[in-house]
């Protein structure tokens, strides 16, 4: 199986749970790419996108699982809805996903330009979507998971009082064991 880590906005390989997502998911024997996304500190959604299609060392196909977390969340919906409909990714797991920048936060200003999300091709062109946010997410209310959500027809979990799923929360969020339990609970994994 082939498998894409995509951090968020300010992020990096290194953030939260991600190099220890890509090790768990390696000792499985999947093919993990964990990029460093350009420009992370003021990102858009179609710079990605574009980057993405450009640099990762796989094809993008029905063997292929993208994970994310926050901005990067939205990029892999993004990457779903840019899938050819004979293709579709085997899953796309969104952690504190949303839609806008509502809340006016600088570092996303450039987000969203020249994007429009296409709802029924994100869920048409991948096998499994599967969300994944908290009640009590500073960043991103849950009324912006559930909108994408059910605009999606996306299964989503919401874990009690985690934050934004990172290190401010928790030094835990190191690594994500749940996450994995979660995989294979709706048979991603």
């Known amino acids: 199986m082939n498998t894409i880590i995509l951090h968020g906005t300010l992020g ?19 093919i993990v790419w964990l990029p460093t996304l350009p420009n992370a500190a003021q990102p858009n959604l179609q710079e ?16 292929t699982i993208i994970i994310s977390h926050s901005s990067g969340a ?8 840019q899938q050819p409909a004979d293709k579709p990714l085997k ?3 969104a952690v504190s996903v949303f839609h806008d920048n509502s809340l006016n936060w600088e570092p996303n200003n450039r987000l969203f330009d020249n994007i429009t999300f296409d709802w029924q091709k994100i869920h048409d062109n991948t096998q499994k979507l599967l969300f994944v946010h908290s009640d009590n997410d500073p960043y991103v209310p849950l009324d912006q998971a559930t909108y994408v959500a059910d605009n999606c027809q996306a299964k989503m979990i919401v874990i009690p009082n985690q934050g934004h799923f990172n290190l401010e929360q928790s030094a835990d969020y190191k690594q994500f064991p749940r996450l994995m339990v979660l995989f294979k609970q709706h048979g991603i994994l």
């Open 12 to 30: 990096s390989p290194e953030g939260n749970w991600f190099r220890w997502l890509e090790q768990e998911l390696k000792n499985q024997g999947h």
């Open 48 to 63: 990605w996108a574009t980057y993405v299609h450009q640099n990762a060392p796989f094809e993008l196909n029905q063997d």
């Open 74 to 81: 939205i990029l892999a919906l993004i990457l779903a809805q």
């Open 91 to 93: 899953a796309t797991v």
